[in-house]
């Protein structure tokens, strides 16, 4: 599966520049050439009014604004990204962690430190194979690949793949 990278705004946002750094670096060798970096949920609230991005891939844990927070103000329907892409990296990959970035609306989770493939396989998914978005009385997103039937609220496929560590596909 392939996909076309340089037409697309994607925007990394992640507290360390590192971290920016190696993420920005994978996306120009996937042939991204309009790649936006902020360092924190404020600054990329602040940058997305001014040039909204094609696709989000962020951090979970940073300081003003993490990325909980920033996906569940954009994940309103009335926010001018609401239907964008997200894809969340974290290196805090237990379970409660992955439900939650899924009832939150991300599109994917990747655990950290994440590879070239798992990114590239989950841009291509979102890009390729996007989801109607749903609307319930707790949840604004993209209809999950499995639902809690019982509760009706969404839940996430936990993938254990032994190259990455935790994934999580919603």
Not at 31 to 55: F, S, T, V, W, Y
Not at 97 to 120: C, D, E, M, Q, T
């Amino acid at each position: 599966m392939q996909i076309d990278c340089a037409p697309l705004d994607i925007m990394v946002v992640d507290d360390s520049a590192y971290m920016r750094r190696i993420v920005s670096a994978m996306l120009r060798g996937f042939g991204a050439r309009r790649i936006h970096e902020a360092e924190d949920g404020a600054d990329a609230l602040e940058k997305i009014e001014i040039q909204p991005p094609d696709l989000l891939i962020l951090d979970w844990v940073m300081p003003v604004l993490d990325g909980a927070e920033l996906v569940k103000l954009i994940r309103n329907p009335d926010h001018m990204c609401a239907y964008i892409p997200i894809i969340m990296l974290s290196g805090h990959t237990e379970r409660s962690r992955v439900l939650s970035a899924s009832k939150i609306g991300v599109n994917h989770f990747l655990s950290k430190p994440v590879s070239a493939k798992s990114l590239y396989l989950r841009m291509a998914d979102c890009i390729l194979h996007p989801r109607k978005f749903i609307r319930t009385e707790d949840y604004f997103g993209p209809e999950p690949r499995e639902t809690d039937h019982a509760n009706t609220r969404p839940m996430l496929g936990v993938l254990l793949d032994d190259d990455d560590g935790a994934e999580a596909m919603v």
